[in-house]
T-cell receptor
Framework: AQSVSQHNHHVILSEAASLELGCNYS??????LFWYVQYPGQHLQLLLK??????LVKGIKGFEAEFIKSKFSFNLRKPSVQWSDTAEYFC??????????????FGSGTQLTVLP | DTGVSQNPRHKITKRGQNVTFRCDPI?????LYWYRQTLGQGPEFLTY????????KSRLLSDRFSAERPKGSFSTLEIQRTEQGDSAMYLC??????????????FGPGTRLTVL
């Protein structure tokens, strides 16, 4: 069965610091990769996604992620975080080509706290 | 609001009681998913529908759980004889058909169940 690992459970940064959140998955075939964000009191929102093509994908609010197939990784980055980025971040995977309807497998999440 | 909606938002029940949750997906989405999220974990897949057909069920979905989507629009998730271990956030998500080439799932706000 596929699994997703997020190694950082809680990250604390000061504003303007750079961010990188790790995500590794275990699945040997074609995958679709996602980062979701959950702001306090809000529902899960899609931050960015990778289906195919350029392994560096850009999402909303200045976030980007890089798919490295050889490392089974999809790390999330942001060059300069803001206090409003305080949230929980989830990496998710589903197998198959982009047209498949498979369920998502989520990591356990990383709580990001940005200090003003 | 054209997003995914869920009702109720909170449910407190006594052990042994039955509960039912409702999910209204985005109107043009024919795929609907149920997930469960416990504290400190990412969402875990329970089941999904394509139109009214329930296509996949997780082994997490014990025989006390049943989900329906009778007309291919809204869905209900019923838990019979609730146990304290059922306490969790129950999330619903929807996505469009695979013909569009994408399978990003849009999540609702969830129903938080507390079993006393």
């Amino acid at each position: 069965a596929q699994s997703v690992s997020q190694h950082n459970h809680h990250v604390i940064l000061s504003e303007a610091a750079s961010l990188e959140l790790g995500c590794n998955y275990s699945y040997g075939g074609t995958v679709n990769l996602f980062w979701y964000v959950q702001y306090p009191g809000q529902h899960l929102q899609l931050l960015l996604k990778y289906f195919s093509g350029d392994p560096l994908v850009k999402g909303i609010k200045g976030f980007e992620a890089e798919f490295i197939k050889s490392k089974f990784s999809f790390n999330l980055r942001k060059p300069s975080v803001q206090w409003s980025d305080t949230a929980e971040y989830f990496c998710a995977v589903n197998p198959g080509p982009s047209g498949s309807a498979r369920q998502l497998t989520f990591g356990s999440g990383t709580q990001l706290t940005v200090l003003p | 609001d054209t997003g995914v909606s869920q009702n109720p938002r909170h449910k407190i029940t006594k052990r042994g009681q039955n509960v039912t949750f409702r999910c209204d997906p985005i109107s043009e989405h024919n795929r609907l998913y149920w997930y469960r999220q416990t504290l400190g974990q990412g969402p875990e897949f329970l089941t999904y529908f394509q139109n009214e057909a329930q296509l996949e069920k997780s082994r997490l979905l014990s025989d006390r759980f049943s989900a329906e989507r009778p007309k291919g629009s809204f869905s209900t998730l019923e838990i019979q004889r609730t146990e304290q271990g059922d306490s969790a956030m129950y999330l619903c998500a929807s996505s469009s058909s695979p013909g569009t080439g994408h399978n990003e799932q849009f999540f609702g706000p969830g129903t938080r169940l507390t079993v006393l």
